[in-house]
């Protein structure tokens, strides 16, 4: 494909550009309030929709004329639903939490009376002498947005608003150039791909483009499925555009003229979203036949994956398209060489692709100087867990682990300690807190027994038990096995048996030793990458928390009182209030009794562990006692007869 | 054609052509079950094959190589023998032992694997693991033992090779994954014929005739 250098291509997407800032204008001059709602998966998951009502109906009942203006995620998933209001006269102001109650609030006191509501607000979003500015907090000021830099600031359904932001001028540039030179500034820029593997990404350009084949294809890879990750989805929803940008470009630079989009169908939003993307894209002459005026053909297209988590494994997913069951295929060819229908295929992350446009526009020396010598750029993850402020966070590679979890996600809520993180989903590993001066990039994370991922991470405080978190990663995994290889299909069964064994406190001697041998053999014998890393979580939490299964083992005790089996409660006598009644009616299966001195006792025979007593028990008497073995639970006698 | 050394001992193959083979056919057994003569793209899914090749790290499986000059390989290395005798164990714990009542007696892929790489066939570490699904119950011609099968795939294999449109394919996931007939082919015009070739393949008398 030759570079277009004629004038179509500048007078057309300079009429784009025309048209988008026409659209921006629009609205910056209204003079109209303008309320942004945050409505992507997790804002509607906190109840956006029904803020949204809540304003419509104030603004009408109170007759204010206001815009209310839809937009994606801004990653502070800890406040959704959030909105940001911007009054005239006052700065934008971010709000966060915002019920339906907040809502009407908010409109009668700030936009009918001009108070912003201090006791609601997270901050402004402009310098300004009156409201502290959101700028201020290390979980804005210490983050790095490349890839979610208008997440959230932008309506995902519309295209203009995009391209406003400077949207689609790199794929404008890439026209002009020739593929090499694309591929060369990917490669410069040191970009690696976010689905895990960290393979450069120039090279797998250019490995596609010299590749021999009719119909070469680009497809992105939306396949997330590690639990707790969401970063894909996030992005999918809050701007598509610079997804599709970075797919249209890498297309352009390999010579596919074809490319998929292949997202899982638990994603039903993302779908809706990319797919009116595409369509408002190609209205526009960004996509579809004849690229702005050139030469360039891109047909894209969305494929709904159909809830196999293996499916997010490159050959497993070619199978997936094509029709067969999602089982991961050997290793070469690789998919660059021969992939969908045997063609030369690219395949790459949601980030990925994100990441290309910026790069472009802004050089790959500037992209260069983000992150680490061998780690370049920044790190999405998707924080979750144990945590203060949970959400999705943009950091450049190389910060450590702690001002990750620490600073800019504000710690460990209630007064709990940190005990381990679970980085790289499934796959990867837990790190105790010796390990938190980690840096964050692709080579200390593996050496430290985790691994990147695609961007999960997990927080867990001191009441997680690390046995019971590996049982459950081998759960996931056994489950979403594709069962084509033995180590995989029976190996971690084993593994999985081992475990529930020891959480239910029937371990015996030599199962530690059997989880380590076995765990090693999966993860050296194992046809494909999810076997291989299906043992990650039991090995590093064998390696750092081993006295923890020793205890489940030998002392039939869990130390963090997770696993059931191995716990009690019991009610302290001496704190119990006599006469007091809170904990019976929470008891699920009536196991509270009282006492002949009217406290109340359990009946170990009948409770089920559920801690709904430990709860309901007032906090001034905070009788409720949790202990393991199960045997440290005083036996406190039921009355044979009782009569109260 | 290419030198390659096997067991030190050197062996001229065609370039290209697949590792395993050339080590059978020259005589160096290697334990293997999902490999069928002739494969284009060998599904590499028993990991039983497993060789060392010189300058690679660790084990590979030896029908995911193919022969190029100066190939140095050893099939007898302690790190070989474990993940073997490790996936062999693995395929045992989750076999109906019962070789006695078993059509495939003395002719079973499992037994030849086991005398070679001294295993016993009821290995004492790994509790026995079984499945609760049943399969092809309404299969006219077809019996099979998901307790039996390995999953090898050699019956997809060959299935898919000899009819065009497969009558068999796995089914369910993890450890309970299984075979599984399927299409839409109406399977009462058909003859045990049909699919004879697919139970011949079977290396461990899972699938058969459903008289046998």
């Not at chain 1, 890839?147 to 519309?158: A, D, L, S």
């Not at chain 1, 030998?554 to 009644?581: H, N, Q, S, W």
Request: aromatic share 6%.
């Amino acid at each position: 494909m030759t570079p277009e250098k004629n004038k179509n291509l500048d007078q057309m997407f300079t009429a784009i550009q025309e048209k988008a800032a026409r659209h921006a204008d629009s609205i910056t001059e209204d003079p109209a309030p303008k309320i942004y709602i945050g409505m992507a998966t997790c804002g509607l998951a906190s109840g956006a929709l029904e803020t949204k009502k809540a304003f419509e109906e104030a603004l009408s009942l109170r007759n204010i004329q206001a815009r209310i203006l839809q937009v994606g995620c801004m990653g502070h998933c800890y406040g959704e639903p959030l909105v940001t209001v911007h009054n005239p006269g006052f700065p934008p102001i971010l709000y966060h939490q915002v019920t339906p109650g907040k809502a009407t609030m908010l409109v009668k006191s700030f936009l009918e009376e001009g108070d912003p509501l201090f006791e609601y607000l997270l901050g402004a979003m402009e310098e300004n002498d009156l409201i502290p500015q959101v700028w201020d907090f290390a979980r804005f000021s210490q983050e790095k947005r490349v890839v979610t830099e208008i997440c959230g600031f932008i309506n995902p359904e519309e295209i203009l608003d995009y391209i406003a932001m400077g949207g689609y001028s790199s794929l404008a540039e890439t026209l002009r150039l020739e593929p090499h030179d694309i591929i060369n500034q990917v490669k410069n820029s040191g970009l690696r791909g976010r689905g895990g593997a960290g393979f450069p990404t120039g090279k797998k350009w250019e490995l596609a483009k010299d590749a021999r084949g009719q119909e070469k294809t680009v497809i992105l890879n939306a396949d997330e499925g590690d639990p707790g990750a969401y970063m894909d989805r996030t992005i999918l929803e809050s701007n598509p555009h610079q997804v599709l940008e970075g797919i249209a470009i890498c297309a352009y630079a390999v010579g596919a003229r074809k490319a998929i989009l292949y997202v899982r169908s638990e994603y039903p939003l993302a779908v809706k979203v990319v797919t009116r993307a595409i369509e408002q894209a190609k209205e526009l002459g960004l996509l579809g036949k004849g690229i702005l005026g050139t030469s360039f053909d891109l047909d894209i297209s969305v494929f709904q994956g159909s809830g196999a988590f293996v499916c997010g494994e490159e050959t497993a997913l070619i199978q997936s398209i094509e029709g067969q069951r999602g089982m991961p295929q050997l290793r070469p060819p690789y998919p660059v060489q021969k992939g969908l229908w045997g063609n030369p295929t690219v395949i790459n992350n949601v980030k990925t692709f994100a990441s290309v446009p910026p790069i472009l526009k802004h050089g790959e020396f500037w992209y260069r100087q983000i992150g680490t010598e061998g780690s370049t750029g920044t790190a999405i993850f998707s924080v979750v867990g144990d945590i203060l402020h949970a959400g999705l966070v943009e950091i450049p590679m190389g910060v450590p682990l702690r001002t990750l979890i620490f600073d800019i996600c504000g710690g460990i809520p209630n007064k709990r300690t940190f005990k381990a993180v679970q980085v790289g989903g499934p796959s990867g590993g837990c790190l105790p807190a010796d390990f938190l001066d980690t840096p964050i990039d692709f080579d200390s994370l593996t050496e430290a027994g985790a691994m990147m991922g695609s961007g999960g991470m997990v927080v867990m405080d001191e009441d997680t038990c690390m046995v019971d978190v590996a049982r459950y990663f081998l759960d996931f995994t056994q489950k979403e096995s594709c069962g084509k290889c033995t180590f995989c299909r029976i190996g971690t069964r084993h593994l999985l048996n081992l475990l529930e064994r020891i959480t239910k406190g029937e371990g015996r001697e030599g199962d530690l030793e059997l989880l380590e041998d076995l765990s090693q053999d999966i993860r050296d014998g194992s046809l494909c990458g999810l076997g291989k890393t299906a043992p990650n979580p039991v090995l590093t939490s064998l390696k750092y928390f081993r006295d923890e299964y020793v205890a489940h083992v030998k002392e039939k005790r869990c130390p963090a009182g997770v696993c059931r089996a191995l716990t009690a409660y019991y009610i302290d006598l001496e704190k119990c209030a006599r006469g007091c009644d809170a904990c019976v009616g929470s008891c699920p299966v009536e196991a509270i009794f009282t006492t002949k001195n009217r406290k109340k006792g359990i009946d170990q025979t009948l409770c089920v562990k559920c801690g709904e007593c430990v709860t309901a028990c007032p906090a001034e008497y905070d009788a409720v006692r949790k202990v393991s073995p199960p045997e440290r639970a005083p036996i406190v006698e039921r009355p044979a007869d009782i009569s109260d | 054609m290419a030198k390659i050394l096997i067991d030190k001992k050197e062996i001229e193959a065609k370039e290209g052509a697949n590792l395993l083979q050339v080590c059978l056919k020259n005589g160096f057994y290697i334990p293997n079950l999902c490999h069928l003569e002739g494969m284009d793209s060998p599904p590499a899914s028993c990991r039983l094959c497993f060789v060392e090749i010189e300058e690679e790290d660790g084990p590979v499986t030896s029908c995911s190589v193919t022969v190029r000059a100066g190939l140095k390989v050893t099939t007898d290395t302690p790190p070989v023998r474990r993940l073997q005798r490790s996936a062999l164990k693995l395929l045992l714990s989750a076999h109906d032992v019962d070789c006695a009542r078993c059509p495939a007696n003395k002719k079973c892929g499992l037994q030849t694997i086991a005398r070679f790489l001294k295993v016993g066939l009821k290995p004492k570490q790994l509790e026995q693991l079984r499945k609760e699904t049943e399969g092809m119950e309404d299969h006219p011609f077809l019996r099979y033992d998901p307790n039996r099968c390995v999953l090898c795939g050699r019956c997809l294999q060959v299935c898919h090779g000899k009819q065009g449109q497969p009558f068999l394919t796995f089914a369910k996931r993890g450890f309970d994954t299984v075979i599984a007939s399927y299409g839409e082919k109406d399977l009462s015009n058909t003859t045990y014929q049909e699919f004879t070739a697919c139970a011949q393949a079977c290396p461990v008398a899972a699938l058969g005739p459903k008289n046998d």
